[in-house]
């Protein structure tokens, strides 16, 4: 095994090795040669080289021996805080190992139960390889009867492997196809994890007898001579069976370590990484947050630990859906280390996570400059480029990625989507093949396969793809593109470009569509609601009751802060506004959740927050949610005042200023009908004079059709209606059953759906002048009116 003694002789020979000129030192020349030796897949660029070698010589500037450079000890250094792998290293350089055949190998001793005597000295002679975290100063083995106890541990271990995988219960799930998860299992830079995880069989005997044993080994460490010992012990038995992926009972190691040394930053550190592996992410952050704890209050000593933990931490916020927050972490993590690649990578992911493409183009393209063989880096900031419209760049980093990486699931799927959005549908198909190639049983894909095979106009091969779909999950969106492509070959419709196999249809100028009554939405209106509907839907905040807003303000004080301008305001860091959220959204999973942050942020925040300060008025967050938040539409308006008068400007008094009211409904119009021309309002509207506005003269600016936010009542009409189906009938336009509000035109009796309704759409064979709409919400006012003209013919008989 890789004994304290053969660590480092293999450090001292690969310094031998570089120390070109014998001078006991590894100059800038001599370190960059052993950087580029070490990663000979790597192309490095001299910017590169010379930013490692800046940090290098930085970190460990306590090493540096003037002119000579870095010593052996320094580079010993570098390796115990997780820089590099020795081993690896070692044998990518191709150097051997003088030892005699004595030196470094544990031999058992009279502690161990006689049972595994046997087993361990066959071990032993084998030279077994120890994880390098054993024999680091830092963070490895400190007492000689630990190095017995893993002994110990790895032949039980062993046993129950050899066991489970003779029964056949042990299962494996490559983890290779996936995006790397980017989280740091090692306190200091970590390696990527790409091994395949282990699912263990936990119920049977074996698995009994094994944790029975495993006991006995924990009894042992209690029972140490020190408590530092038994901390010792804890530690070494919970990161045997880490590797080993046995988390459940690492956890319980890590924590008895915890309330051993309760200020020590590492078993805090385990602990998270251990929860986040199970899924427990709320405990997991929280065991960060102990851990960073810890390292903070402990001075210097764990200085160089705080990236790792803020990297984890973020990762363990991401898990929760927290993704702003997550961003302050990896920040925190770049910040702290600048050559922290993966930092970059989480950052920009994240970034991308929550639509603020720019900047995380900008922290992606840094990652890469620092690993150009970073794959999922790759593969984000090619989904980066295609969320900002520069497609072909895209496909060309995607394809890097796949390059990087070939069976990189995340950028072929993503690659797929990309080539269906610019209509190449042929390629699409070829890519979800190869994700299906990787991942049998991705029904996404299968299902996006169909769709693009549809779009070559290969129908047969389509509905092949459909059936595989259907036997790997019977989910609603399966069944409805099924029974949209039966009515499209019903109908025998030529598709008209439409990626979805739409009926070919005439888009009419909006002068051309007139409405039978006043109760007829206008199309125009219908197009705003609409917006604002699909909005209300992603952000989920038409499930949010509208009287949460008003306790978020009753019950949580914001502290008073100063903006440039002198004002007091109530506001708030993004963060910190993304908890809130995580209250008023409470019902939600946290990747659900994280999509209506994105949405929040995109669409609100980013008209809030103009300036790109990262805060935003918090009174003025919520008098702009109140109104698509759940609730009576007078409710909704009610609490939108409130909230402003929530805002200090305004505290105190039952009247807001003019000057807020109309700077707030230009607002409303600017975040949520931004096609409508908002910048003359003011001037027309706005008077910047000091008079005040009551709750009486705040509705009739609010309803204000034109100048207001009249929409709000069309809205109203989309919520109510979205559950009403219309009976057999489908948009003559798109084919697809008729949901929400059923618009009929009189002369030509053809029926349109809200959305080709909001878009001017009518079939090709109806070509008139003009076209007059009656919008039916039910089917019962459809045959109210069938009544009322059959009554009105036979009056006029």
């Given at each position: 095994?890789t004994?304290?003694?053969?660590?480092?002789?293999?450090v001292?020979?690969i310094?031998q090795?570089?120390?070109?000129?014998?001078?006991?030192g590894l100059?800038r020349?001599?370190?960059?040669?052993?950087?580029?030796?070490v990663?000979?897949?790597?192309?490095f660029s001299?910017?590169?080289?010379?930013?490692?070698l800046?940090?290098v010589?930085?970190?460990?500037g306590?090493?540096i021996?003037?002119?000579?450079?870095?010593?052996?000890?320094?580079?010993?250094?570098?390796?115990d805080?997780?820089?590099?792998d020795?081993d690896?290293d070692?044998?990518?350089?191709e150097?051997?190992?003088?030892?005699?055949?004595?030196k470094?190998?544990?031999i058992?001793?009279e502690?161990?139960?006689?049972?595994?005597l046997?087993?361990?000295?066959?071990?032993?002679?084998?030279?077994?390889?120890?994880?390098?975290?054993a024999?680091?100063?830092?963070?490895?083995?400190?007492?000689?009867?630990?190095?017995k106890?893993?002994?110990?541990l790895e032949?039980?271990?062993?046993?129950?492997?050899?066991?489970?995988?003779?029964?056949?219960?042990?299962?494996?799930?490559?983890?290779?196809?996936?995006?790397?998860a980017?989280?740091?299992r090692?306190?200091?830079p970590?390696?990527?994890?790409?091994?395949?995880?282990?699912f263990?069989?936990?119920?049977?005997?074996?698995?009994?007898?094994?944790v029975?044993e495993?006991?006995?080994?924990r009894s042992r460490?209690?029972?140490?001579?020190?408590?530092?010992?038994?901390?010792?012990?804890?530690?070494?038995?919970?990161r045997?069976?880490y590797?080993?992926?046995?988390?459940?009972?690492?956890?319980?190691?890590?924590?008895r370590a915890?309330?051993?040394?309760?200020v020590?930053v590492?078993?805090?550190f385990?602990?998270?990484?251990?929860?986040?592996?199970?899924?427990?992410?709320?405990?997991?952050?929280?065991?960060?947050?102990?851990?960073?704890?810890a390292?903070?209050?402990?001075?210097?000593?764990?200085?160089?630990?705080?990236?790792?933990?803020?990297?984890?931490l973020?990762?363990?916020?991401?898990?929760?859906?927290?993704?702003?927050?997550?961003?302050?972490?990896?920040r925190?993590a770049?910040?702290?280390?600048?050559?922290?690649?993966?930092?970059?990578?989480l950052?920009?992911?994240?970034l991308?996570?929550?639509?603020?493409?720019?900047?995380?183009?900008?922290?992606l393209?840094?990652?890469?400059?620092?690993?150009?063989?970073?794959?999922?880096?790759?593969?984000d900031?090619a989904?980066a480029?295609?969320a900002?419209?520069?497609d072909?760049?895209a496909?060309?980093?995607f394809?890097?990625?796949i390059?990087?990486?070939?069976?990189?699931?995340?950028?072929?799927?993503?690659?797929?989507?990309?080539?269906?959005d610019?209509g190449?549908?042929?390629?699409?198909s070829?890519?979800?093949?190869r994700?299906?190639?990787v991942w049998?049983?991705?029904?996404?894909?299968?299902?996006?396969?169909a769709?693009?095979?549809?779009?070559?106009?290969?129908?047969?091969?389509?509905?092949?793809?459909?059936k595989?779909?259907?036997?790997?999950?019977n989910r609603?969106?399966?069944?409805d593109?099924?029974?949209?492509?039966?009515q499209?070959?019903?109908?025998?419709?030529?598709?008209n470009?439409?990626?979805?196999?739409?009926?070919?249809?005439?888009?009419?100028?909006?002068?051309?569509?007139k409405?039978?009554s006043?109760?007829?939405?206008?199309?125009?209106?219908?197009?705003?609601?609409?917006?604002?509907?699909?909005?209300q839907r992603i952000s989920?905040?038409?499930?949010?009751?509208?009287?949460?807003l008003?306790?978020?303000m009753?019950?949580?004080?914001?502290?008073?802060s100063?903006?440039?301008?002198?004002?007091?305001?109530?506001?708030?860091?993004?963060?910190?506004?993304?908890?809130?959220?995580?209250?008023?959204?409470?019902?939600?999973?946290?990747?659900?959740?994280?999509?209506?942050?994105?949405?929040?942020n995109?669409?609100?925040?980013s008209?809030?927050?103009?300036?790109?300060?990262?805060?935003v008025?918090?009174?003025m967050?919520?008098?702009v949610?109140?109104p698509?938040?759940?609730?009576?539409?007078?409710?909704?308006?009610r609490?939108?005042?409130?909230?402003?008068l929530?805002?200090?400007?305004?505290?105190?008094?039952?009247?807001?200023?003019?000057?807020?009211?109309?700077?707030?409904?230009?607002?409303?119009?600017?975040i949520?009908?931004?096609?409508?021309?908002?910048?003359?309002?003011?001037?027309?509207h706005?008077?910047?004079d000091?008079?005040?506005?009551s709750?009486?003269?705040?509705?009739?600016m609010?309803?204000?059709?034109d100048?207001g936010?009249g929409?709000?009542?069309?809205?109203?009409?989309l919520?109510?209606?979205?559950?009403?189906?219309?009976g057999?009938y489908?948009c003559s336009v798109c084919?697809?059953?008729?949901?929400g509000?059923?618009?009929?035109?009189?002369?030509?009796?053809f029926?349109?759906?809200?959305?080709?309704?909001?878009?001017?759409?009518?079939?090709?064979?109806?070509?008139?002048?003009?076209?007059?709409f009656?919008?039916?919400g039910?089917?019962?006012?459809?045959?109210?009116?069938?009544?009322?003209?059959?009554?009105?013919?036979?009056?006029s008989h």
């Amino acid at each position: 095994m890789t004994t304290r003694g053969s660590r480092s002789e293999k450090v001292k020979r690969i310094f031998q090795k570089f120390d070109s000129n014998r001078d006991g030192g590894l100059n800038r020349e001599e370190m960059a040669a052993l950087v580029v030796a070490v990663n000979p897949r790597v192309k490095f660029s001299d910017e590169q080289i010379n930013a490692i070698l800046d940090e290098v010589f930085r970190t460990y500037g306590e090493f540096i021996d003037g002119e000579k450079g870095l010593t052996y000890d320094g580079l010993l250094r570098t390796y115990d805080d997780g820089a590099g792998d020795v081993d690896r290293d070692f044998d990518a350089l191709e150097l051997e190992l003088n030892l005699d055949d004595n030196k470094g190998i544990s031999i058992a001793s009279e502690a161990s139960s006689s049972s595994i005597l046997d087993e361990r000295t066959i071990e032993s002679q084998k030279k077994q390889t120890t994880a390098a975290w054993a024999v680091s100063p830092n963070h490895g083995i400190v007492f000689d009867d630990t190095w017995k106890m893993v002994d110990d541990l790895e032949i039980l271990v062993k046993r129950l492997k050899a066991k489970q995988a003779k029964d056949g219960k042990l299962k494996g799930d490559n983890f290779d196809a996936y995006s790397d998860a980017g989280w740091s299992r090692e306190l200091g830079p970590s390696s990527e994890m790409t091994e395949k995880r282990i699912f263990w069989e936990e119920s049977g005997h074996d698995y009994a007898v094994f944790v029975k044993e495993l006991g006995v080994l924990r009894s042992r460490a209690d029972g140490a001579r020190s408590r530092e010992e038994a901390f010792d012990g804890h530690m070494a038995i919970g990161r045997v069976l880490y590797e080993h992926q046995l988390f459940k009972e690492a956890l319980v190691s890590f924590k008895r370590a915890c309330e051993l040394q309760p200020v020590d930053v590492r078993p805090h550190f385990r602990a998270g990484n251990c929860l986040y592996v199970l899924g427990r992410y709320k405990e997991s952050k929280e065991e960060f947050l102990l851990a960073l704890e810890a390292a903070e209050a402990g001075g210097n000593q764990w200085a160089y630990l705080l990236p790792q933990i803020y990297v984890n931490l973020g990762i363990a916020l991401e898990g929760e859906g927290m993704v702003l927050s997550a961003c302050e972490y990896y920040r925190e993590a770049a910040i702290l280390c600048p050559t922290h690649y993966r930092a970059l990578k989480l950052l920009g992911s994240a970034l991308f996570g929550v639509g603020e493409y720019m900047a995380a183009v900008k922290a992606l393209e840094e990652a890469i400059f620092m690993k150009p063989d970073y794959a999922d880096a790759h593969c984000d900031l090619a989904s980066a480029l295609h969320a900002m419209g520069e497609d072909e760049k895209a496909i060309e980093v995607f394809q890097k990625a796949i390059d990087l990486k070939p069976g990189h699931v995340d950028a072929l799927y993503n690659l797929g989507g990309l080539y269906m959005d610019l209509g190449r549908f042929q390629r699409a198909s070829e890519m979800y093949t190869r994700v299906l190639a990787v991942w049998p049983n991705h029904w996404r894909a299968q299902l996006n396969k169909a769709v693009s095979l549809l779009g070559a106009g290969e129908t047969e091969e389509a509905k092949k793809a459909l059936k595989e779909a259907l036997k790997m999950t019977n989910r609603v969106e399966l069944h409805d593109a099924i029974s949209h492509l039966k009515q499209l070959q019903k109908k025998k419709v030529k598709p008209n470009g439409g990626a979805n196999g739409e009926g070919a249809f005439v888009i009419v100028e909006p002068s051309k569509f007139k409405t039978m009554s006043e109760k007829t939405t206008l199309r125009q209106d219908l197009a705003n609601a609409l917006q604002i509907r699909a909005f209300q839907r992603i952000s989920r905040l038409g499930r949010c009751d509208v009287e949460l807003l008003k306790k978020e303000m009753t019950e949580n004080d914001v502290p008073l802060s100063y903006s440039g301008g002198g004002v007091p305001e109530k506001s708030i860091r993004k963060p910190n506004l993304e908890e809130i959220l995580w209250r008023l959204l409470n019902f939600l999973k946290p990747e659900t959740f994280q999509g209506a942050v994105k949405a929040i942020n995109e669409r609100i925040l980013s008209v809030l927050d103009e300036t790109g300060s990262g805060r935003v008025d918090l009174g003025m967050f919520y008098a702009v949610l109140a109104p698509i938040c759940s609730g009576s539409p007078d409710k909704r308006k009610r609490i939108a005042f409130d909230a402003l008068l929530w805002r200090p400007v305004n505290e105190g008094g039952s009247q807001i200023r003019k000057v807020d009211a109309v700077g707030y409904i230009k607002l409303l119009r600017a975040i949520y009908v931004p096609s409508h021309g908002v910048s003359e309002m003011l001037e027309v509207h706005g008077e910047t004079d000091s008079s005040m506005v009551s709750f009486n003269d705040f509705l009739v600016m609010f309803d204000d059709p034109d100048w207001g936010f009249g929409i709000m009542s069309t809205l109203v009409k989309l919520e109510t209606g979205d559950r009403n189906r219309h009976g057999n009938y489908v948009c003559s336009v798109c084919r697809y059953p008729i949901i929400g509000s059923r618009f009929k035109e009189s002369k030509s009796h053809f029926s349109l759906c809200n959305q080709c309704y909001s878009e001017g759409k009518v079939p090709p064979a109806f070509k008139q002048e003009e076209y007059k709409f009656k919008e039916y919400g039910s089917e019962a006012e459809a045959m109210k009116d069938k009544c009322m003209c059959f009554t009105l013919h036979s009056h006029s008989h």
